[in-house]
């Protein structure tokens, strides 16, 4: 998650962008895969049993809507990376899935016993309960500088670690200069 969010920031797509190279990259490795576990015969033997009618309508809206969805799932997501901290959308990962807990305990019957519901919630609560620490401002770590480098000390005083971007910016001491 942590190189990801880095990509995220650093390459300079936008979200859209993102999303399209995902489903790109996603849609030249498909076909390797169908035929690698097989499914491809599954498709045939599907075509075949429709004989004349193998195009339904019900089926198309379906597929499509579940395409659309897939992209919506995908740009929020690549949206949220862009917000917030690896860690933190790590955690909303994991909190989201008790939904789809929720869910299937109250309709299936094949579900975790009562134990794994408990260790589950246990962890939902530590997601909940989780939250980014806090530097303190002012207080920076030491930056290896370049050999090369013909600063004095004097002008690295001015030089501050923006934390945000990680990199480092000038700051109101050095306009003393």
Known sequence: MVYIKHIVTNLGLNTWGFV?????????????FWFLTGEYKS????I????ERWFQVDAFVAVALSCVFGLLISF??????????????????????????????????????????ICL?????GGVLY????????????????ESSE????????IELDEEKQSLVPTSKSSNA
């Open 76 to 117: 929020f997501g690549f949206a949220t990376r862009k917000a917030i901290s690896a860690t933190a959308f790590t955690v909303t990962g994991v909190v989201n899935k008790f939904l789809t807990v929720a869910i299937n305990v109250l309709i299936w019957d094949k579900h975790s016993s009562p134990f794994g519901l």
């Open 20 to 32: 399209l190279y995902n489903n790109l990259l996603s849609l030249m490795m498909a076909p390797f």
């Open 48 to 51: 075949e049993s429709r004989g």
């Open 121 to 125: 919630l246990f962890t939902i609560a």
């Open 43 to 46: 498709l045939f033997t599907a």
């Open 131 to 146: 939250q980014q620490s806090v530097t303190k401002k002012g207080i920076t770590a030491p930056q290896h500088e370049p």
């Open 151 to 158: 600063q004095t000390k004097d002008d690295n005083e001015g």
